[in-house]
């Protein structure tokens, strides 16, 4: 819809970003560009279609969170921005410096690889898809930096201790190997694997789905505060309502593959329209 | 006549008189000089080949069999070693055998010798041009501890994904303070594949770095060829801070010949002592014959009498 703008704000607008030239922007409520942006994925397991035409945009510094039943397809959306698995269809661009924009998903493995390691982070439920269990704590934050071709010693220390410390994991047991952690530890442990190349985007699949409650808000503690402090863009899987809500700037309600209703967070939590999103919302309520 | 039998002619008469040169029939050894030419095209890419039945069981050497008996000629002059030995049973049967399927002579001088199979060490004395060291392997596979997958460890070759080499020794560091991987330390080759040395000590591992022979690896039983031609990288997987370094035997003297700096078998003693001999039997040899005062030609070593390595400056402390 295009909106008429007094000279006074186009002026202002000039002020504030004099490289966009005289081309005037309506006004937005997201005032980036979107940092990810994801259409018409398409999925198939044999006859069971795992995602039907999704759509996703996230803008920089927001957290998305994705809700929904299991089957629902969360997983295999979160799946396919990691790029671990390819769709059937779908377009995927993410606008990060340093990453040309073209379709990921039509990328080559080793350059797709190369991405996925600089500038995604994947925090998954279970410790055991997102750690090396036979290596210590420290090493597995390590490998992230080896990934990328670090090779000191000392510099890799520091980094692991300093990724460790950010997502408030015990020092003294960063050599310990993760089988000898807690839940909490490990997923901590994940957490700082994750973040340790400081990527654009975090995706987290129900991170906090094995903890009990007191370790839960703990664990939700540190991502809000990583959040605050690196404004990174954060993708939430959970099927827990609480963690949406406490974490998510927006959320998107999914079902059978499908995109059911999208919108801010406190929006689609006291006002659900769809008729699923009613009966999420009061299940758990 | 069909195109494979025109193609066979020229072997048609082996075939019938039932004997074969140097044991393996032509196509045996043409597929493997093939697949030799494809290994030091490609410097530490492991070469599939089809390992022939050998009248030693695999992993007693057959790969190792395979490539010296295909490169033998009666011209050709043969030094077995098993673990530094000459003498041991199964480089005397190794040896004598090749010298009667080949008719090749023998040799137990390192610096005499055009071809020298070898089970886990490489000779005291620098190797040559025209010289071919051929090694025994018994898993060529670098990335088998961190990858079980076969074709998965393949696909990371491909990729020249390594990174988990460099947390093995990440690991290692951080466990025990020190790289703990005594053999078949991996190496990079030309700057492009990881390769397992075979399982030579970490002593001998430097000397495959800008060799002037040719090496060629082979193990028989997994049925994979790698090389390293002359002049080329090969160099330990190390961190920038932390280096690789070869076993300290600064204080070992060989209790035969009073040498230092050299491969030592550690020999325990019945009253609880320990002697040391030299691992290295031939140079062992000669360095005796020349100490009762027989002139003997003794090449230079790639360790010199202070331990210092040969290419000043490659291996760091």
């Known amino acids: 819809m295009p909106v008429s703008s007094s000279p006074n704000g186009a002026a202002r607008a000039q002020a504030v970003q004099p490289d966009m030239g005289i081309a005037l922007q309506a006004p937005r409520l997201m005032p980036h560009a979107p940092i990810l942006q994801v259409t018409g994925v398409e999925k198939s397991y044999g006859r069971i279609r795992a995602l039907n035409a999704v759509d996703v945009i996230v803008y920089p510094g927001e957290i998305l969170g994705i809700v929904g039943e299991s089957g629902s397809g969360k997983s295999t959306l979160l799946r396919m921005l990691n790029l671990e698995e390819l769709p059937d269809r779908g377009d995927y661009r993410l606008n990060v410096p340093g990453v040309r924009s073209d379709n990921l ?69 960063m050599d310990d190997l993760p089988v000898r ?25 129900e991170p906090t789905s094995g903890l ?36 998510a700037d927006r959320v998107m309600v999914m079902r059978h593959g499908e995109v059911v209703e999208m919108g801010l967070t406190d929006q689609i939590l006291e006002d659900p329209q769809a008729a699923y999103t009613q009966q999420l919302v009061h299940a758990k309520l | 006549m069909n195109r494979l039998m025109t193609l066979t002619a020229p072997f048609a008469q082996e075939q019938q008189s039932g004997y074969a040169y140097g044991f393996l029939d032509e196509f045996a050894k043409r597929e493997l000089r093939r697949t030799m ?26 790969g190792g069999l395979q490539v010296t008996l295909s490169m033998a000629g009666p011209e050709s002059v043969i030094k077995v070693i098993d673990q530094g030995a000459d003498d041991s049973v199964n480089a005397a049967n190794l040896r004598r055998f090749l010298a009667r399927m080949t008719g090749a002579s023998t040799t137990t001088d390192t610096l005499h010798a055009t071809l020298i199979q070898s089970r886990h060490r490489i000779p005291e004395e620098r190797l040559a041009e025209g010289q071919a060291l051929i090694l025994q392997v018994p898993d060529p596979e670098p990335l088998r501890r961190v990858q079980p997958d076969i074709s998965q460890a393949r696909i990371m070759h491909a ?159």
């Not at chain 1, 703990?218 to 959970?238: H, N, P, Y």
């Not at chain 2, 030419?37 to 057959?62: F, H």
């Not at chain 2, 947390?167 to 594949?193: I, K």
Request: proline share 6%.
């Open chain 1, 181 to 205: 952690l807690s839940g909490g530890m490990q997923q901590r442990v994940q957490l700082a694997k994750a973040i340790a190349l400081r990527p654009a985007l975090l995706l987290l699949d």
């Open chain 2, 159 to 317: 990729d020249a994904d390594y990174s988990q080499m460099w947390l093995t020794l990440y690991e290692q560091l951080v466990h025990f303070g020190r790289f703990m991987q005594g053999a078949s330390y991996p190496c990079l080759v030309h700057g492009r594949y990881v390769m397992s040395p075979s399982p030579i000590p970490r002593w001998d591992t430097p000397k495959l770095h800008q060799a002037a022979h040719l090496t060629l690896l082979s193990a028989g039983r997994e049925k994979r060829l790698y090389a390293v031609p002359p002049y080329t990288d090969v160099r330990p997987l190390e961190f920038d801070d932390v280096f690789f370094q070869v076993e300290n035997q600064a204080t070992w003297v060989c209790r035969q010949t009073g040498a230092r700096y050299k491969f030592m078998n550690e020999i325990p003693q019945a009253d609880g002592s320990v002697a040391y001999e030299l691992s290295d039997t031939g140079y062992a040899a000669k360095l005796a014959a020349a100490r009762a005062g027989t002139p003997v030609p003794i090449g230079p070593t790639y360790f010199d009498d202070k331990g210092e390595f040969y290419h000043a400056g490659f291996l760091k402390s």
């Open chain 2, 37 to 62: 030419l494809k290994a030091v095209a490609i410097p530490g890419y492991q070469v599939p080949y089809a390992s022939r039945e050998l009248p030693i069981a695999r992993g007693w050497g057959t």
């Open chain 1, 212 to 247: 009990d409650v007191s370790v839960q808000a703990a664990v939700l503690d540190t991502l809000k505060r990583l959040q605050r402090e690196t404004r990174v863009t954060m993708i939430l899987v959970s099927h827990d309502l609480g963690v949406i809500r406490t974490l």
């Open chain 1, 105 to 173: 998903f039509e990328l080559d493995r080793l350059p797709r690889r190369d991405i996925q390691i600089r500038h995604i982070g994947i925090v998954y439920q279970h410790p055991h898809l997102g750690l090396r269990m036979r290596n210590t704590s420290s090493g597995n934050v390590a490998e992230r930096l080896i990934m990328t071709g670090e090779r000191n010693f000392a510099r890799l220390r520091a980094a692991a201790s300093g990724a460790l410390a950010a997502s408030e994991f015990p020092l003294a047991r």
